[in-house]
């Protein structure tokens, strides 16, 4: 193999601000997940109880190098502090040199009284280089998107000019170049590669708020949000600058998450991120390659649920066509679409039905070229073995995402496969019935997760996210932000919210909530598929008359087609490529449900619809809820009522305290 063969990533680094812990859990979590250097960030130095020596050992330990020390605030540019300043720098430098890092990052003034002035920026800036070059340091000048005077690279990098100064340099910054709508030029009228001592990357959503909040609170990794990072990226590196890729974003969701977990999320970004831009030379990584749709759902179940899931399975359609020889294994077809029931207590799908309750525990997916996949997700830092567990066997090649849920990498044929690891059951073939594929999956996952997953899915699988939407529901609002491939073989809608009292949040309110709680089935007709489960004793999910009061209005439809669709409990949406209709069946094993969906050119989930669609679920878990309760107390001799009398009593209605979910 030749070495441009091989894909050659740049050195990776990442801020101490980016993370949770303390000082010494950022570091091991930076080093655990691969990054070769951080930037130590003042604060959490200070609230550190060793010395600086003891970090720098640690480091080194660790196999990290500290590559910058950070925040050297309001230096240049204002009158009669230069003397002070520069104390406050020699204190800074016996730091970092009792750290062993050489770059110091000053940042533009931010403080009212700097005046605007950038012959005296630079002649402050260059007795700061002075004092730094002295101790074998140097200083990098970032402009600040909100400083007082100085909030653009270019400025910034005119008074750098200016000061010509060997110890001192530019440090840039994508996020403080892009929110202000600048951008990095290419070519002659970019700085030269070795004046630029450091660059930062950090990505944000587009919002309308002043830089300072929208940096302090909303940063993302490369590829979470909505800034040309790459063409930011691209520029730099074709200028001439040959350091360290670092990461430095402030986010609150990062900082309430695990260290480990967003530092990994953190090194698939920048993987990522060179991996689009070829920055690093060499080969592009391995290619995930067309994919051709869900080949199986397995589930992990107790003997309890198996029934219940079967039960719902089988009203739908699905034949029982084959079983593990040695495993508490069966498996489900109609036509091309395949679900497994994994009831084996042992393994690890027997751990997760105890831990989870009923959950989906792996996921089959056929795509042109399994092994290039399988390669590209280990160059993202996923975890990938053969797991002799379930539908598997011990030549499966198998990925984990965040949330630990299976992904077997199948070839075109993977039904097949999977099909042949079943001993058949005797004289039973699976019908061709109304089901033709698996439209979606859909994850209620906490907000915190939701970029982590959605990278996941982008880098590792490569999957693109469709514009986020607000879903609302009766007790407060949800994130919908759809993952699909091209050609929508596979498509995951990821679903988020703050408010606990919503059906998403009730199924994330537990840390035992099984992640996918929704599977839609495509079918070519969509009242044959409604008439057949009905048939089979299934009723769906009951839609209010005055949805399709307002429906036939909504879309100039005829009353007569109106009147079909309520007859059916069919809901229906258009967009500008066609229409969709979709029906629901009640939920069931702890709050999952299962949806049938006819397309017509239709490209989105039925957003316009969520609304009522979760607030006639919520009715229907409130009044279950309810009736359980009512069975329940007719059991108790004393008919239900609980100690305490009619107080007691009324804290206790339904009506009054929304009973907990079953599960999440």
Known sequence: MQASDVFKPRSASIATVSLSGDLREKLIAAAAVGFDGVEIF??????????????????????????????????????????????????????????????????????????DDDARAAADLRALADRA?????????EALSWGRHVHRWRRAWEIVGRADHPALGLVLDSFHTLCVGDAFPGGADAPPGDKIFFVQLADAPRLTLDPLSWSRHHRVF???????????????????YAGPLSLEVFNDNFRAAPPLAIARDGLRS??????????????????????RGVAYLEFAVDAD???????????????????????????????????????????????????CGPSLHAIGLAIDAPAAALARGRAFRCEASPSDDGVRDASSLVLRTPDRILIELLGPNGLNEVTAR?????????????????????????????????????????????????????????????????????????????????????????PERPAVHHVAFETDDIFAAVRSMQTRGASPLAIPHNYYEDLGSRFMLDSEFVKILEDHSIMYDEDEFGRFLHVYGPAFAN????????????LGFGAANAPIRVACQAHEYERNAELETQRIGAMRPDGGRPPGGRLATAAASPSTRRPAPTCP
């Open 422 to 510: 079943f001993d058949p059951v005797e004289d039973v073939r699976p019908e061709v019935g109304e089901l033709i594929r698996i439209d979606h999956l859909a994850q209620a996952i906490p907000v915190q997760e939701m970029d982590g997953i959605a990278l996941f899915l982008t880098a590792v699988l490569g999957l693109s996210a469709q514009q986020s939407c607000e879903i609302a529901d009766p007790h407060g609002l949800i994130e919908s932000r759809a993952m699909v491939s091209d050609g929508r073989a596979l498509a995951l809608p990821l679903n988020a919210t703050k408010s606990a009292g919503t059906m998403t949040g009730r199924r994330i309110a537990r």
């Open 42 to 115: 003042e604060n959490d130095l200070l609230a550190y109880a060793g010395s600086p020596q003891d970090v720098r050992k640690l480091a080194q330990d660790l196999g990290l190098a500290i590559v910058l020390y950070q925040p050297f605030r309001d230096f240049e540019a204002t009158p009669g502090r230069l003397a002070a300043n520069l104390d406050r720098a020699e204190r800074k430098f016996d730091v970092m040199q009792q750290l062993g890092v050489d770059l110091l990052l000053a940042c533009s003034n931010t403080q009212a009284d700097a005046i």
């Open 591 to 602: 709050g999952f449900f299962l949806e049938i969906v006819e397309r017509k050119g239709y």
């Open 133 to 141: 070059g002295a101790r074998g340091l140097r200083i990098g000048y």
């Open 305 to 355: 649920a198996r029934e219940q899931f079967a039960a719902r399975f089988a009203e739908l359609g699905f034949v029982h066509v084959g079983r593990k020889r040695t495993k508490a294994v069966d498996l489900y077809r109609q036509g091309e679409v395949a679900v497994a029931l994994n009831a084996d207590p042992r393994g690890e799908a027997g751990g997760r039905a105890r831990t």
């Open 270 to 291: 920048l993987l990522a991120l060179q991996d689009e831009t070829r920055v690093g030379g060499g080969a592009p990584l391995p290619a995930v390659g067309m994919h």
């Open 222 to 240: 490369p590829g979470q949000g909505q800034l040309a990072v790459a063409e930011f990226l691209k520029a730099v590196c074709a200028a001439g």
